[in-house]
């Protein structure tokens, strides 16, 4: 049975041990980087900056949430705007690959930064096994490149920590829950954030329209799950499709975009079954999602692949 409390005290005395000078953290308010955060803050205290970088990417309210989060831990942090570079960054780019590492390489320039005005000389991240595990190398194919692992520019002026990086997220979960992190329980979000639900290249009116399709999906859903009408799922979200299709308000002819909605139930992310929702749930999420973005999207579907053969994010 994994020990959370021996794990945790080990982590902390190699924390110890290895960052004798400054360090930085990137914290994004999941599970696996608020836990990082948690370890590391109680093994140097003060000299741990927790740096949660606004790209422009994330979902409604994001920032916000994850500040007041960062003021309740008591952990010293810096929020950093970085949108533009990020959009800037990925103009032009569609494939899923290439947006990965320039996303990757992009938070490591920013981090770099920051480190430099810090005077921090380690980078500490929240990786877990399946990062590094589906980012390939030379014994494993790639199944996708992780932001922080396949991202990594060789150049990188820092020293990484990485004290989850042989966990799964069961395992990772299980420490929250010791150490009483409030997102133990929170639904993986992923670094390169809804970049990868757009498909096709990322651009500010699409990240808003796929923005307000996943606050759409998550209200739904939680809702539904609170009320017992269903479980809660591992992860659900809406996806920007870079399709388009004929339809009609009213009398008159739209041509408008396709949303996908994805929900899945899994243990540790590595294989993953679609989740059963309910029809009336699904209605809604296609009610209101059609209605509240009738001007852009007029269609939604629902995919029911299970991982493998389809991965759990779309791209």
Known sequence: MFDAERFVEEQVQKARDTIRDNAIIACSGGVDSTVAAVIVNEAIGGRLLAVFVDTGLMRKGEKEEVQAMLERLGLNYKIVDASDEFFDALKGIVDPEMKRKVIGERFIRVFEREAREFGARFLVQGTIAPDW?????????????????????????????????????????????????????????????????????????????????????????????????????????????????????????????????????SIDGMSASYSRIPHEILERISLRITNEMKEQVNRVVYDITNKPPATIEWE
Request: hydrophobic share 40%.
């Open 133 to 265: 595990i589906e980012s390939g190398d030379e014994l494993r194919d790639t199944i996708k490149s992780h932001h922080n692992v396949g991202g990594i520019p060789k150049d990188m002026e820092l020293e990484l920590f990485e004290p989850l990086r042989d966990l799964y997220k069961d395992e990772v979960r299980v420490i929250a829950r010791y150490l009483g992190v409030e997102v133990s329980e929170r639904q993986p979000f992923p670094g390169p954030a809804l970049a990868i639900r757009v498909l096709g290249e990322v651009n500010r009116e699409n990240i808003e329209i796929v923005r307000n399709a996943c606050f759409i999906v998550e209200d739904e859903i939680e809702t539904a799950a609170k009320k017992g009408i269903m479980e809660f799922p591992w992860q659900y979200f809406a996806v920007l499709l870079p399709v388009q299709s004929v339809g009609v308000h009213g009398d008159a002819r739209v041509y408008g975009k396709t949303v996908a909605v994805r929900s899945v139930r």
